[in-house]
């Protein structure tokens, strides 16, 4: 969703609320800090009169002594400012990455399941990172350029209102109608090279997960070419976005100097036209000339907060997305006694993938599943964890509609094993206590066991201690699969749902796994999708799907 400027700016200016105490602190220091910078100049022009033999405000002592004390006040409240900035900013990127968890918990994984993995990498890390950008060098400082471009020119028409004037323009042509008009002219680059950032982030990462078979046929050739394809366009958007931060600063400078001599030109033609003395010609010359600080640090954001702002707005696409199904709280607890899904119908936009679909799920039994790919078994599955909501019919639990059921109450009745296992890139150990944080070493290996898996961890260089790799990528499919049904036995959850547990493992191994079951069948319930003639032989009831329908 693309957004105006605008709108982004003060979504963000809205995540301040938190740390308004500190941003008005940093802005109150920023203040202080430019107007000394600027007093600097005009004590400066002071000693001049002084020098002529005209008359001045203060002693020339006084003066050098106040430009002494401005200069050492300026550089610690700039530093101050800078400090105060930059903990409000990384205090507020924090709290945007928490927020962008939480959002992406609440969208997995149903919205989850089609987006770019690398893409949200992109977003989580150097997106949020930009915002750093507006945060700390964009709040406060577009309020002390308001604040002081207000006092300066107070100041400057007390010799005169129409030198006050022509300070007023000044400051709104450099730092309001110049970024205004580079924001506009440099239409959506920003949003193009942040989206470009992602794909080819997405890009590098499918290629590093998939060097194997990159390697294996070939392909490292046209996969090069791609890459510099798209790195190439992406400094091309770079390269245009720094010539239109150049044309910026150029335009700017002009602005400034021909400000800087109408001012002159003006307080000049006042001195001969007897409007004003001398001094009223020098001070607000240099005061013009000394003080285009605060408005050229806004101007220059003009094409830089074009990335920034498009960096946000795809942080903000997140923030706003809408799950597919919302989280459940404040219903009463309850305890498993059966399932069952009563005519449930469910399509992916317009493909019908369950049609009046009805199973029955009694407490202590093994319920077998099959069918063809692609009929539906795995999506019945995510119904009843609700990942998924039934467009039509009703799934179940403990005769309460899913959709009536606490989550977190649900998620602890049932346990989901799914055809592919992730494992973290961590040991053993701690990637089974995904199920399980406050496990013990005895249940690990209970669990492990009954999955048939116990055997080999120990075989390991270091046992439940060794490291899997990324992606488990050290282990084999069918030891990433024994690992996902220990997991399931360690939550140790009375509703066990099995999508295709044994697929990769071989007979031995598989009936171990479907003893342990057996055993179970007391405290357990399963379902058991599966492909195989002899998985489904431990169940007490089959039901074959095909076509989205129940048979």
């Not at 989850?112 to 977003?123: A, P, R, Y």
Request: hydrophobic share 45%; with cysteine.
């Amino acid at each position: 969703m693309k957004r105006s400027p605008m709108n982004i700016m003060m979504r963000l200016v809205g995540l301040v609320k938190p740390l308004t105490g500190y941003m008005l602190l940093a802005i109150t220091m920023g203040l202080i800090g430019h107007l000394c910078a600027a007093f600097i100049t005009v004590f400066g022009g002071y000693a001049v009169l002084h020098g002529l033999g005209l008359t001045a405000p203060l002693t020339v002592a006084a003066l050098f002594l106040c430009m002494g004390v401005f200069a050492l006040v300026r550089g610690i409240l700039r530093y101050a400012e800078q400090a105060c900035n930059h903990f409000i900013a990384f205090k507020l990127l924090a709290l945007i990455r928490d927020r962008v968890f939480v959002a992406l918990r609440r969208l997995c994984p149903a919205k989850l399941e089609g987006k770019d993995k690398g893409n949200l990498i992109s977003i989580i890390t150097s997106d949020i990172e930009l915002l750093e950008v507006f945060y700390a060098h964009t709040i406060s400082p577009a309020a002390i350029a308001l604040l002081f471009s207000l006092i300066m020119c107070l100041f400057v028409g007390s010799y005169h209102p129409a030198l006050g004037m022509i300070c007023a323009v000044a400051y709104i042509a450099v730092g309001v109608v110049i970024p205004v008009l580079t924001s506009r002219f440099s239409g959506d680059v920003g949003l193009r090279f942040r989206s470009g950032s992602g794909d080819l982030s997405s890009f590098v990462l499918d290629s590093l997960r998939g060097l194997s078979e990159i390697l294996q046929y070939h392909a490292g050739q046209p996969r090069l070419e791609q890459m510099n394809s798209q790195t190439d366009a992406l400094a091309e958007e770079e390269s245009l976005m720094k010539r239109i931060t150049g044309r910026n600063m150029a335009v700017t400078n002009t602005a400034i100097l021909m400000s800087d001599l109408l001012m002159l030109l003006a307080s000049a033609l006042l001195y001969q036209n007897g409007a004003v003395a001398f001094d009223g010609v020098l001070i607000p010359t240099l005061a013009l000339m000394s003080s285009f600080g605060p408005v050229v640090a806004l101007a220059n954001l003009g094409s830089t907060l074009q990335n920034t702002f498009a960096a946000g707005n795809r942080v903000l696409d997140i923030l706003d997305e809408l799950p597919v199904v919302e989280a459940v709280t404040g219903q009463p607890e309850i305890g498993f006694d059966g399932a069952a899904a009563e005519q449930v119908c469910f399509a992916y936009g317009d493909e019908l993938i369950l049609d009046n679909v009805s199973v029955e799920i009694p407490k202590g039994q093994i319920i077998g599943i099959q069918g063809r790919s692609g009929s539906g078994k795995s999506t019945l599955l995510k119904m009843f964890m609700r990942f998924w909501q039934a467009q039509d019919g009703r799934v179940q639990v403990s005769g309460s509609s899913v959709d009536d059921i606490n989550t977190e109450n649900l998620r602890n009745m049932e346990s989901f094993v799914t055809q592919e296992t992730h494992l973290f890139h961590d040991s053993v150990a701690n990637n089974l206590r995904i199920a399980k944080l406050d496990a013990t070493q005895e249940e690990l290996e209970a669990a492990c066991k009954k999955a048939s898996v116990h055997d080999f961890i120990m075989s390991l260089p270091q046992g439940y201690d060794t490291p899997v790799g990324e992606l488990g990528d050290t282990l084999s499919g069918g030891e990433r699969q024994r690992l996902g049904v220990a997991r399931a036995f360690l939550h140790d959850a009375p509703f066990l749902l099995l999508d295709e547990p044994t697929s990769n493992l071989d007979s031995l191994n598989e009936a171990v796994i479907l003893k342990a079951l057996r055993e179970e069948r007391e405290d357990r319930t399963v379902v058991l999708v599966s492909h195989r003639e002899s998985t489904m032989r431990i169940a007490d009831k089959v039901y074959s799907v095909e076509h989205g329908r129940v048979s």
